[in-house]
């Protein structure tokens, strides 16, 4: 496990480029900082990306055309451009009233979707002619905040997470841009804003704060307010598999292949459930099973350290036995793919990155295997 | 000081109300809960088939339902079997039940709470522990976050 503080600050949210060389995060404020890594384990500023009026809340970086998109309270997104050494930004007029609160470009990089508070999804795509980014609403019907977005493989369909308790799946199909896509498991007719299926609500449930597609785009997962886990197979007539978690809510969830989930919130832990083909959801472990702490003898010195600092003599730890300090606000892919990712990145409040290898954790947790 | 001649009701209105974005939850028909049998109940307490009578509590809950006084008959009739029992059964007792169960009745827990009488506070602190070793925070979480409460 590499880990690495940032900041004292939160970061809000992070993206990496393509070959993981750089990271941008958002430190809690207006700005998007990115980070070259530097040998070892050193992290240095090399950009700095000033142009929101409010704080960032979502940051992607498109893999094959070197572009980000970020987007902010200040209801606007910018489409950043590296020219020479430095990075320009085009601003995006997504029509939004409130603040814009992710955003994620499409798997082929012509589109990206902001979710925000206007309880509205902006799927915005570039028009030659005019030389400009131009947007299109995906309202109903969507009753609150959307908190989280991912795309299908096929570029079409779109998964949302929203505060009215539900996760829908939309389509974004632009005729701009997209061609006519073949029929999925979701549906075949997928015109624009067609809701294709929804998830959730009717009396129980919490905030969806994070949708996941697996990378066959057949089964999608969430995690919502209510400390559950849910995941349900297009592919297997839509039956939705909830795991109701002893735990504290989780903030954000991925897939790490097509039968293993990874998801951390506010536990300040990554923990790795497993969706089998039958269709039933268990837990398997946390991932960070802290190592145990020896009884040490305090030293005189430290006592009346901790009797200057603390008013006490007793060695009372106040950190947390995890990694992360704080809750992870923010899970993503290092190395390998959705379908079979060797590594994986996790962000939280704390202002700490941490990068978990299956490899090293399969060794160190008995009985851990990805499946 | 100035007094305020002129009326001041306009403070005391509810603006949420007139709000047309305002989020209201989606209707569900749950006009026939009854709520746990009280004569099943009664009679399995009276038995001294306590387990069974914590079963048989737990079955129904007036989720659905507006009607207040079914829900008060319901909580009440809960405390009474949660009360018949000897401190050293509830932990067995939380063990059998199964997940749905054991957020069931963290959700009558808490809403015991709401209204302490003599001696309910004490009893349900201890199923409070009992629930929670088994639930864990996530079933206290899953009572703070339901839309529609026993």
């Known amino acids: 496990m590499s880990y690495y503080n940032f900041l004292l600050e939160p970061i809000s949210c992070h993206a990496w480029n393509k070959d993981r060389t750089q990271i941008a995060i958002c430190p809690n404020n207006h700005e998007v900082h990115i980070y070259k890594k530097e040998g070892g384990d050193k992290w240095s500023k090399i950009h700095e990306l000033k142009e929101h009026n409010g704080q960032v809340t979502g940051i992607d970086w498109a893999p094959e055309s070197n572009r980000i998109v970020t987007c902010g309270t200040d209801r606007n997104a910018y489409v950043w451009t ?24 499409s798997p082929k990089e012509n589109k990206f979707a902001v979710g925000s508070g206007s309880r509205l999804i902006s799927i915005c795509y570039f028009e030659q002619e005019n030389d400009w980014w131009v947007c299109k609403h995906i309202k ?34 632009i005729k701009e841009v997209d061609e006519k896509p073949a029929a999925t498991p979701w549906g075949s007719k997928m015109p624009f804003g067609q809701v294709m ?61 097509e039968n293993s989930v990874v998801a951390a919130g506010h536990d300040c832990c990554p923990m790795l459930y497993n969706y089998d083909d039958r269709g039933t959801l268990t837990f398997i472990s946390k991932l960070d099973i802290p190592k145990q702490s020896i009884q040490r003898n305090i030293s005189a010195m430290e006592r009346f350290r901790n009797m200057d600092k603390r008013a006490t003599t007793e060695d009372r730890n106040s950190n947390l036995e995890t990694l992360h300090q704080n809750s992870i606000t923010q899970v993503s892919i290092y190395e390998g793919d959705k379908g079979d990712c060797r590594k994986f990145c996790t962000t939280g409040i704390d202002g700490a990155m941490t990068i978990w290898d299956f490899k090293t954790l399969e060794s160190s947790i008995q009985g851990l295997r990805i499946m | 000081m100035s007094k305020n001649v002129s009326s001041d009701r306009f403070r005391k209105v509810d603006v949420d109300e007139y709000d047309e974005n305002k989020f209201v939850d989606e209707e569900e028909g749950g006009e026939n809960q009854q709520g746990p049998d ?50 050293g059964d509830i932990e067995k007792a939380v063990q059998s ?54």
């Open chain 2, 38 to 87: 009280e004569g099943e109940v009664d009679s399995l307490i009276r038995q001294g088939n306590v387990m069974g009578a914590l079963q048989a509590v737990l079955k129904n809950p007036p989720m659905n339902t507006k009607n207040q006084a079914l829900k008060d008959r319901a909580e009440g009739l809960v405390l009474k079997v949660l009360s018949s029992f000897k401190s």
């Open chain 1, 140 to 173: 109903k019907p969507i009753r609150s905040t959307v908190l989280s977005l991912d795309w299908h493989p096929n570029n079409v369909l779109l998964a949302a997470g929203s505060c009215d308790f539900k996760c829908r799946v939309f389509s974004a199909y």
């Open chain 1, 82 to 105: 590296l020219k020479g050494n430095v990075w320009r930004p085009t601003l995006v007029i997504l029509r939004i009233n409130r603040a814009a609160r992710c955003v994620k470009w």
């Open chain 1, 197 to 257: 299926a929804e998830f959730g609500g009717a009396g129980s449930g919490g905030w969806v704060h994070s949708v996941s597609f697996s990378v066959s785009g057949n089964r999608l997962a969430w995690v919502s307010h209510d400390s559950t886990v849910s995941v349900v197979d297009a592919a297997k007539s839509m039956i939705v598999s909830q795991l109701k978690t002893e735990y504290l809510p989780l903030l954000s969830v991925i897939f790490v292949s």
């Open chain 2, 97 to 150: 039940l199964d997940k749905n169960g054991v957020d069931l009745l963290m959700k009558y827990i808490y809403k015991g709470f709401e209204q302490p009488t003599e001696n309910s506070s004490a009893v349900l602190l201890q199923w409070h522990e009992k629930a929670l070793s088994a639930g864990g925070v996530g079933s206290i979480v899953r009572v703070l976050t339901a839309r529609k409460t026993v």
